[in-house]
């Protein structure tokens, strides 16, 4: 048996109008979330280049200027935060998610909640992000979740097609 017919497990989601269905799946592991975070980085990324830069410069708030609590620091870190609980509340995978056929999914079937979302992405994701060894623990565990799926109860899964 390869290691990915040893992913797969049946899960249970929903559809977009919240109906629930059942479906075969592999976990995502390690290297796929990956790539897909690194495009939603250059998304991010870019939507900070092309919105976030010209309103500062027209508004004549420096660009440049260091430090934690920042202008450009804080909006770029609420445009990250923002990013990542919209996409993932309203379509259960972000941009470079889409890209690579993965879907955030509760353990147990049910549909995304705000309070699954908000955990697992903000408070979930800033530890991560603050130990990033932790991001690792997704190749070692056995539904392939990182300390902030573990905290949500959520994994990512290869979205059935």
């Known amino acids: 048996m390869n290691s990915n017919e040893m992913e797969k497990e ?5 559809d977009e109008i919240g ?3 059942h479906f075969t799946g592999r976990y995502a592991g390690f290297w796929m979330r990956f790539w897909a975070y690194l495009l939603d980085m250059i998304v991010i ?3 900070n280049r092309l919105i976030i830069n010209p309103v500062f410069r027209a508004m004549d708030i420096p660009l440049l200027e260091e ?9 770029t870190a609420v445009v990250f935060y923002l990013y990542f609980v919209l996409m993932t509340k309203y379509l259960g995978q972000t941009l470079g998610k889409m890209v690579f ?3 955030v999914v509760k353990l147990d079937g ?14 979930g994701r800033f530890l991560s992000a603050t130990i990033l060894i932790l991001y690792v623990v997704v190749a070692f565990t056995k539904k392939k ?8 109860d959520t994994t990512v899964i290869h979205e059935p097609r």
Do not use: C, M
Request: charged share 20%; proline share 2%.
């Open 10 to 14: 049946e899960t249970r989601s929903s």
């Open 19 to 21: 109906r629930e269905y």
């Open 45 to 47: 990324g870019s939507i």
């Open 67 to 75: 430090g934690f609590f920042s202008p450009k620091t804080i909006v």
């Open 101 to 103: 056929g993965l879907k």
């Open 110 to 123: 049910k549909n995304l909640t705000w309070g699954t979302v908000l955990f697992r992405e903000w408070i």
């Open 145 to 152: 979740q990182g300390l902030h799926d573990l905290f949500a």
